[in-house]
Every structure is written in C-alpha cells, then in structure tokens.
C-alpha cells in the first residue's frame, strides 16, 4: 500500500493557488475552478488565432483565444501557457470587455508591493515573475499561468501572450515548434484556429518541411529565402504540437551575413531615468551570423549524414546519472531516453563508465569499460534496479567523474552530465561550484582534461550553473518537460565525440564603428549558425565583418562588406535582441561574482525598455489576471510555505482533523512542517487551509490541495501480431488506467518507446523498433505505468523475433 500527496507546496502571499501535482505545462489551456482537466462544457476555446514570425533565427510567438463561459454564473479559471526553452514573454495582455489591460515591467520588488497593495482593496492584480522565491530561483522555470477572472456568465474572456525564441542551426538544420499537444491535460478543441506562419532567412534554404498532418498549411509562398502559408480550421482538436523544420543549403554555407535595424526617431532612456529622453536617440543594431560549413565533409553529402559521418577517434565517456528525489517524472524519463541514447550510440572500441548520483555515489564498475553491446545491457539493468531518493551531491559527482576520465585506461575523455543541476550537499552556490570545476578542471593535464557535456532536464533546470560548467570545452543542451525532445537530443549526440570550432571570433573593420557586442552561442560547431549582436552609433558605409575560426584543423575566413544604414526598420527583434544578450552577460558576472547594484540597474532598465522578464523585474497587468510560474517539487512528506516577510504565523489545517502549525527556518526564508496521512483515508484529491498572520495581525487564508493514492494503475496491451522480423517496427496500443501518468514500453537491447494518447484510436500508442542485431528467438515486451503517486503496474507479452 503507498500513499502519496504532492508534497512541496510553496506559498507566496502574491500568489492565490497552486497547480496539481500532474501538470506538465501546455500552451494555451484555461482549466475551470476546482477542476484539473480542461471542461469544455464550462469554458470552451471558442477561438484562437497563432501568428508566427521567423525572422533569421528569431521567431515571434503571438496567441490570441477567446475561451467563452457556457454557464449561467460566473465562472474563473487557472490559465496555463507553456514556453519553449529558448523563449522569453514579451506581452502579456487580458481584455475587459472592450479594452486591453496590457501588463507593464516594473521593478520585482516594486510590482510585488503594488500587487499586495491592490489586492488588500479586493483588486485582483496579475503578476508575471521568471520565480516567485527571489531572484536567486528565478530562472529556473518557463511555465506561467494566470488565474482569470471574472469570466461573466455566457460571456467570452479573451486573453493574448506573445514570446520570442532563439531558433538554433544544428547540423544546417533548424526545427520550431509551438506545444500544443497536451501532455498533462486532455486534448482541447478550438472552434476556430487560425495560423499565420512567415519565415525569412538571409541563408539559402534547401528543404522545408511542415510536422504533423493537423495543421496543413497552405503554402503561399516557398523559395530559397522565405516560406509564408495559413492554415484555418473549423473544430481542430489540439492533438498535435505546431512544427515545421527546414534545411539550409550546405552548398551555400560558409558565408556571412549582416542583418541592421535603426530607428532615428526613438528615444532611449538615460542610465539614471526611467523614461525615455527626447534628445538621446536609440543607436542601431546589427547581427552578424555566419553559416559554418561542415568542412572537410563532401558537399554533395546529405548535412545530417555528413556531420557524423567524419571520423571519431575511439572515446570515453564517463556517464553522470541524477538518482535524487528532484528527478522525479518527467525529468527521469528525458534524461534515461538521453542515457539510453548514449549509450547505444557508442562503439565496441569505446570505453564507458555510469556513475549515479544522489547523495551518494553508485559506480556501475570501478573504471571505464568497453562498451560491447552486453555491458551496455548491463549498465541500463543497473540504473533500471535503483530508486530515486535522497539530495544532489553534485560537487562529488563531478570529482570522482573527473577521477574516472583520468584514469590510465581512458582516451579522448568525455565526461556527461544529466541532471537538472539542482546541488543540495556540498558547494551549492553556482559561483563557487563552477568556480570549483573550473580549477579541478585545469588541475588535469592537458590530455586528461575532458570535454564537458551537459544534457539538462526540467522546467527548474539550473541552467545559470550548468552555463558555467560548460565554459571548460563543453556543450549544454536543455529540454523542457511540454518540449519535443528528438530534435534536440539528436543534435546533442552528434556532437559527441567531435571537435567545437576553435578560436571563433567576430571584428568589425573599422573597429570604433561597433561596440558592445556580444556572442548569441557558447560553442560553434560545423553545420551550425554563430552569431553575434551589437550596436552602431551612426550610420556608417563599407564596414567589413570578418568571422574567422578553425574547423577540423583548418583556419577559416569569412567575409562580408555592409553599411550600417541610418534608417533600416527591417528587423525590429534586434534592439531587443541585443538587450537580452546584455542581461545575459551582467547575470552571468552576478552568478560569478555576486551582486552589485550597477548590474541590478541596468538590468532593470534594460527589461523596462525592451519589455521582457528578469529575476529583478516583473510584469504587472492590473485589475485581472493573476501570473505565476508553476511550482511542484516532488520529494520528502514535508509541506513548505514561503511567503512575505510580514508573515509571523502560519498554521495548517489537514482534512483528518489534524491542526499542524509551520515552523520558520530563516536560513531558507521558508515555513515547513510534515505530517502522514491516516491508513484509512481514501484514494483522491484533499485540501488543506492555511492561515497566515502578518505582523499588524492581518489574517489570510489560502486553500491547497495534495493527492491520496494507493491503486497501482493496470495496463492491457493489445498487438496485431507477435511475430516480427529484425528492423521491424512493433506498434503498440495500451489502455491504461485513468491515474496512469506514463507508459513505457521496454524490449531488451532495444531504445525504450514513451506512448501517448491517441484520440483516433482510443489507445495510447507508440512503436518500438526490433534491433537489427537481434538473435532470432523469443522476448518478452514489457510496458509499465506509472501514476502521479508513483505506483507501477506492469504487462508483459512475448514475441517471436525471426530472421
């Protein structure tokens, strides 16, 4: 019997409730109050409209829906809108009857005063924060959400969010998508959808492609250097991520480009004022991108084939595996994919070693190993037969694998690291942890030294801290939980084992035209784009942008010759574009080396000026619409509340009668107390009260909710066939219970098969391919759920694999 809630509540005063422990994050889903499934016999999507703008590697996001109220009350919802990894919130507007109440940027700590200020009147402000616990959490998650209200009855809420992304070249390819599919919730249906897609490319395009067959396009528009279409629908059911992939011409690579955007006629804020001064005008901006070919790879070669099909020395690799309590769901499913994936990519003349980590050290052997395809069986059984738990010793993880990549019988050492980077024992600090690696590091000798490759995990990823760690010869690849995982995996694997460019460094000629520039890319590696963006002062002509580096041994050159136009509004994303890569670069030096108030300041005004999200700035939409990024840690029988500091009592009331009052730990800033569940209580979903009493003796109450479960789910397997030949694919449909969280289907020597629900065959469905390798013979395929309370059922059924 195991019974489980959803144990990490974190309560802020500018915060009115909290999501259910299953939510994984989808764009544009309006749940009902006191539901956790979107009702469309209550709120229905009634309309949405999608504009996408990809402009050479920058896409803006723009969603507008109209969700309409079919009760005769008035009705309020939970608003959830997933970003993609690479994005940022630009606007964020909600619409009373005719007039859009659009959010503003305000300075954190300010707008949270505003905020409780209005909220005390009984004015239901919305606030949009990066963290709701400080600063130092604040860039560790990208799903918001809005409470939205009120929502009249048989009335219509109309609601508009717009974001930008960063658009990678990997391999001369890029991929968009926009999360539409739910991952969490079950599908919506949008009466009407409507969908604008443009996409410019200064760079040739070989190949576009559209993902998915729910949305087709219709193509106005597809040549070398741009691709427009719409698509409209009546009754679409959001069953399926928007996607659309294309290929850059490898026969037209290597070559430079300029991209320039000044307004004379806008004004700057000074560095001491917040509102802009007439008399300063705006400087322009440029990006320089260069195409990086793939170098000695044949030009008539495919770009996917020809990025790997270069020749990799021998390598070891040494595994770093995140067992902790933090790694719970969908974390541990990406980052056991990417590990799966790793290891079956890996040669016979290669060596491996697995180290799991949690507060304490597993090692799957005691030095690295030759990675036949039996070991590498061994090493999954070995992460398949441990449990999560404990805290994040990431500081020993990192030393003993260092260890491991110096011992006598490694080669070109790789070391890898999947982890949501969360360190809880040892250094925690991102500054002096990095700090710390970043002298273990270079304690090697030069041949020892490996390279450093971060695979990070979930929407609480601490990507500041894994950014550094990656500054010693490494690469970092994050995924969120509502984001596709293939494309970016994929790219991530091919670069093991291969060299980044080296020495890769952009001037501008004459060097006084350009300042303040900045990279856009930690690492270039062949068949990717390198950028960098900056500013000009005044227009000037004939300025040469030199782009020089070293690929596979061989020195590089490219050149290319522009003016820098007094007036050119072509690429509107650059100012914007610039300002976020310069609050990039001050967070960093704060995550290095501590807060100053300059930094703070200029981040602060840069945010307001370009309108976007930082941990020290917010955006404010008053009187409606409540923001919060989703907080659910998962892990110890313990409830936590942060909340404002005039808070001096908070006090729990459990459902069973239970009366529990918090307790303060003021080194966290936090109020904690745990507490069981009684044997006898029943399977589902229970609230507790919490009362909070300020300093002036104001009393507030919130209601939270956690999650009794104790049925493992069942699953029923159903195949058309149990015979296949080698290569084949087994496709699979499964009914599972209605709690069932995830599904897995496991084939011995084959990559694990995740299935989702399929509408259309009322089924979750997936495939899973019968190696190529196989010895002719029987199997069993096994396919586990897993619950939100983390019980597991289990199926398994044979096959016969023939020649």
């Not at 809108?81 to 919130?89: E, G, Q, Y």
Request: glycine content about 6%; overall charge neutral; charged content about 25%.
């Amino acid at each position: 019997m195991k019974r489980q809630f959803t144990p990490f509540l974190i309560v802020v005063l500018i915060v009115l409730i909290a999501l259910p422990a299953n939510v994984l994050g989808d764009a544009g889903v309006l749940l009902p109050r006191d539901k956790q499934q979107p009702d469309p016999a209550i709120l229905s999507l009634a309309e949405m409209e999608i504009t996408i703008r990809i402009d050479n590697g920058d896409a803006r996001v723009f969603v507008r829906e109209i969700f309409a109220n079919h009760t005769p009350r008035i009705e309020e919802g939970t608003y959830i809108f997933a970003l993609p990894s690479r994005a940022t919130v630009s606007d964020f507007g909600v619409w009373d009857g005719p007039v859009r109440i659009p959010a503003v940027i305000l300075e954190r700590k300010r707008a949270s005063e505003i905020y409780n200020a209005l909220k005390q009147q009984s004015i239901d402000p919305g606030l949009l924060e990066m963290g709701e616990r400080g600063a130092d959490e604040a860039r560790r998650s990208n799903i918001f959400s809005a409470k939205i209200t009120p929502i009249l009855a048989y009335g219509t809420k109309r609601l508009e969010i717009e974001y930008h992304e960063s658009i990678p070249v990997e391999n001369l390819k890029s991929y968009f998508a926009l999360p539409l599919h739910p991952d969490a919730y079950h599908a919506q249906v949008a009466e009407k959808l409507t969908i604008h897609f443009e996409l410019d490319s200064a760079h040739a395009i070989r190949i576009f492609q559209l993902g998915g067959k729910t949305y087709p396009l219709k193509l106005e528009e597809n040549g070398p250097h741009a691709a427009r279409g719409t698509f409209e629908g009546q009754h679409v059911l959001l069953g399926e991520d928007f996607s659309a992939s294309y290929e850059l011409d490898a026969a037209r690579a290597d070559k430079a480009s300029v991209l320039a955007y000044r307004n004379p006629e806008s004004a700057q804020p000074s560095p001491t004022e917040m509102s802009p001064k007439p008399n300063v005008p705006e400087p322009g901006f440029f990006e320089t991108q260069a195409l990086l070919g793939l170098g000695t790879a044949p030009a008539a070669e495919a770009p996917a084939a020809s990025a790997t099909a270069q020749h990799v020395a021998p390598k070891t690799i040494v595994l770093l595996f995140d067992t902790s309590l933090s790694m719970q769901w969908d974390k541990l499913e990406r980052s056991y994919a990417a590990l799966e994936r790793t290891l079956h990519s890996l040669k016979p003349e290669d060596r491996f070693n697995l180290l799991l980590f949690n507060t304490e050290i597993s090692q799957f052997q005691p030095s690295p190993v030759a990675a036949d395809s039996a070991t590498v069986e061994k090493a999954l059984n070995f992460v398949r037969a441990t449990r999560l738990r404990g805290g994040t010793d990431l500081q020993e993880a990192l030393k003993q694998g260092l260890a491991q990549c110096a011992s006598k019988n490694s080669t070109n050492p790789h070391l890898l690291l999947l982890s949501d980077g969360g360190a809880t024992r040892g250094i925690v600090q991102n500054g002096k942890l990095a700090a710390w690696y970043a002298n273990e590091w270079k304690k090697l000798p030069p041949a020892e030294r490996p390279r450093t490759y971060i695979f990070g995990v979930g929407d609480d990823a601490n990507l500041p801290l894994l950014k550094l760690l990656v500054r010693n010869d490494g690469v970092l690849e994050s995924v969120l939980s509502t984001e596709p995982v293939d494309f970016k995996l994929d790219s991530f694997l091919s670069k093991i084992g291969r060299s980044p460019v080296g020495q890769l460094a952009m001037n501008a000629s004459p060097q006084a035209t350009v300042n303040l520039v900045y990279p856009l890319q930690d690492t270039a590696f062949a068949g990717s784009m390198a950028s960098w963006v900056g500013q000009y002062q005044q227009p000037a002509q004939g300025v040469t942008f030199d782009v020089r580096g070293v690929r596979d041994g061989q020195p590089f050159d490219l050149h290319e010759s522009v003016d820098l136009p007094a007036k050119s509004l072509d690429h509107p994303q650059l100012p914007r574009l610039w300002a976020r890569a310069r609050v990039d670069a001050l967070l960093e030096k704060i995550e290095r080396d501590g807060e100053d108030q300059a930094s703070i300041d200029e981040i602060i005004r840069l945010s307001r000026q370009y309108k976007f999200v930082t941990p020290y700035t917010s955006f404010l939409a008053v009187p409606r619409a409540l923001l919060r990024p989703r907080v659910i840690r998962p892990g110890d029988p313990v409830l936590r509340v942060r909340t404002d500091e005039s808070i001096v009592s908070v006090v729990a009331l459990f459902p069973f009668g239970l009366t529990q009052k918090l307790r303060y730990l003021p080194q966290e800033d936090i109020w904690e107390t745990r507490f069981f569940a009684p044997g006898d209580m029943r399977d589902g979903t229970y609230n507790v009260r919490l009362v909070l009493r300020d300093k002036l003796g104001h009393t507030y109450r919130e209601a939270k909710s956690f999650v009794i479960a104790s049925t493992p789910p069942t699953v029923r397997i159903r195949l058309d066939r149990t015979r296949f030949h080698r290569g084949e694919a087994v496709a699979l449909k499964v009914n599972a219970s209605e709690s069932t969280r995830t599904l897995v289907a496991r084939l011995e020597g084959a990559d694990s098969a995740f299935l989702r629900w399929n509408q259309q065959a009322g089924a979750n469905t997936g495939e899973i391919i019968v190696p190529g390798g196989m010895p002719a013979g029987k199997y069993q395929l096994t396919v586990t759920a897993e619950d939100v309370a983390h019980n597991t059922g289990s199926q398994e059924v044979q096959i016969e694999v023939v020649p």
